[in-house]
């Protein structure tokens, strides 16, 4: 168990919905990260925090958005939903987010039909 | 420039063999290296990194090679057990200037065959 959190741990949604993916780093980590994970793609970076700053950006889509909140927690929104959408999402967590470790989450599977 | 050529796709080998994954990375500004472990239905673990400063890196059953000149870097599993089947991924990032963003390779599937 790395200690980072995700929710929940499916979604199955239809084309053109939105939904909202959530993380809990673990405890004393300031950074988060997103990826996503597809067979197509392979493991991609979304999008990384910092103490609710954003700190670098992958490629995300303007579909998606992504925040930090004050008690450092994480939200990756996803909307108007497409087929390809359909990935492994995983969260991960860092102390610094320069140079060291990050820590994966379980992931959440998202299924858009 | 930013990505990381992973190689073999899959790998077969006998319990107590040697298993050995390669990567190649085209930015030499990467400076940190590190080996993830995933099984099915959850999250990459980490298993050993490595920074450009040394050549080699042991911890266990588990050894990176990093050879900076080629900009090559490899995993080699000793003694490896059917537990060690999983999916590997290489991954290279650049403290200096993307944070730590991590660029994966496409990852190795390794079968340990009892």
């Known amino acids: 168990d790395s200690g980072v959190t995700q929710t929940p741990k499916h979604l199955i949604t239809a084309t053109g919905q939105r939904v909202t993916l959530r993380c809990s780093p673990r405890?004393?980590?300031?950074?988060v990260y997103w990826y996503q994970q597809s067979l197509d793609q392979g493991l991609q970076f979304l999008i990384q925090y910092y103490n609710g700053e954003e700190r670098a950006k992958g490629n995300i889509l303007e579909r998606f958005s992504a925040q930090q909140f004050p008690d450092l927690h994480s939200e990756l929104n996803l909307s108007s939903l497409e087929l390809g959408d359909s990935a492994l999402y995983f969260c991960?967590?860092?102390?610094?987010?320069?140079?060291?470790?990050?820590?994966f989450g379980p992931g959440t599977r998202l299924l858009v039909l | 420039q930013q990505q990381v050529k992973q190689s073999p796709q899959s790998l077969i080998v006998q319990k107590g063999g040697i298993s050995i994954i390669n990567c190649a990375y085209e930015?030499?500004?990467?400076?940190?290296f590190p080996w993830y472990q995933q099984f099915p239905g959850k999250g990459p673990a980490l298993l050993i990194a490595?920074?450009?400063?040394?050549s080699e890196k042991k911890e266990g059953r588990f050894t990176i090679s990093f050879n900076k000149s080629a900009k090559q870097f490899s995993l080699h599993i000793m003694d490896s057990q059917p537990g060690d089947s999983a999916t590997y991924f290489c991954a290279a990032s650049n403290s200096e200037t993307s944070g730590s963003r991590l660029t994966f390779g496409e990852g190795t599937q390794l079968t340990v065959n009892p």
């Open positions: 405890s004393g980590d300031l950074s």
């Open positions: 490595i920074r450009p400063d040394v």
């Open positions: 991960a967590s860092s102390v610094t987010g320069i140079g060291e470790t990050q820590y």
């Open positions: 930015n030499t500004a990467f400076d940190y």
